[in-house]
């Protein structure tokens, strides 16, 4: 049973440049979720993706976009970087349907701006 | 945005005795409560949910809630060393199944052999 898998591992990128991290959430998961680490803080909420809608969103500049495609994978853009945006990138997913359900992350992206 | 606040510690205990870490959180309307292990540069992992008033035991971790005081609390039994890492306190923000997770900044546990 794979569990959430984010691609690529690392990143190194300039300011300017544009991402795009990718996620595949657990088997029988259908919401995908996104948060930032910074270093020595907790995640922090950026949106969720359900039926390829973005349901929530949380205190992100609009340079922060993503999509969900309808196998439920999910993309993270993020345009314009800035230093600041140097963090883990997670991916959470969860099921809609099965009641109160705990969100299980991947192994994040690390995202490095130069 | 709702609070959750943990102390950062780092919290240092002796191997083999009880590691207490606290978390408290500001939205009353929050059901849902879950503690996460994070190792140094690697991903946060789930080892407790808990959604109802008391307490919730699963092997060497008890998790408890007092909504009414808007506090939950984890124990770790007989610490270990590989118990190292940093526990992030998570709240599910509103009273729906699937919102958002607001994290405390986590607190650091060192367990000394």
């Known amino acids: 049973d794979a569990g959430v898998t984010q691609s690529p591992t690392h990143l190194i990128k300039t300011r300017g440049q544009q991402v795009t991290l990718r996620c595949s959430p657990k088997s029988g998961h259908d919401t995908v979720s996104w948060y930032q680490q910074a270093l020595g803080q907790g995640p922090q909420f950026i949106f969720q993706?359900?039926?390829?809608?973005?349901?929530q969103r949380g205190n992100f500049p609009d340079r922060f976009s993503g999509h969900q495609f309808p196998n439920y994978s999910s993309e993270l853009n993020v345009n314009a970087l800035l230093l600041g945006d140097s963090a883990l990138y997670l991916c959470?997913?969860?099921?809609?349907?099965?009641?109160?359900?705990?969100?299980?992350f991947g192994d994040g992206t690390r995202l490095s701006i130069l | 945005q709702k609070e959750v606040e943990q102390n950062s510690g780092p919290l240092s205990v002796p191997e083999g005795a009880i590691a207490s870490l606290n978390c408290t959180y500001s939205?009353?309307?929050?059901?849902?409560f879950f503690w996460y292990r994070q190792y140094s540069g690697k991903s946060p992992e789930l080892i407790m949910s808990i959604y109802s008033n008391g307490d919730k035991e699963d092997g060497r971790f008890t998790a408890q809630l007092n909504k009414a005081s808007q506090y939950v609390s984890l124990l770790i039994r007989d610490s270990q060393p590989s118990d190292s890492a940093t526990y992030l306190c998570a709240v599910r923000y509103g009273s729906s199944n699937t919102g958002k997770l607001i994290f405390g900044q986590g607190t650091t546990l060192q367990v000394k052999p």
């Open positions: 939205d009353r309307v929050s059901q849902s």
């Open positions: 959470a997913s969860s099921s809609e349907g099965r009641g109160n359900q705990p969100q299980h």
């Open positions: 993706y359900y039926e390829e809608e973005e349901r």
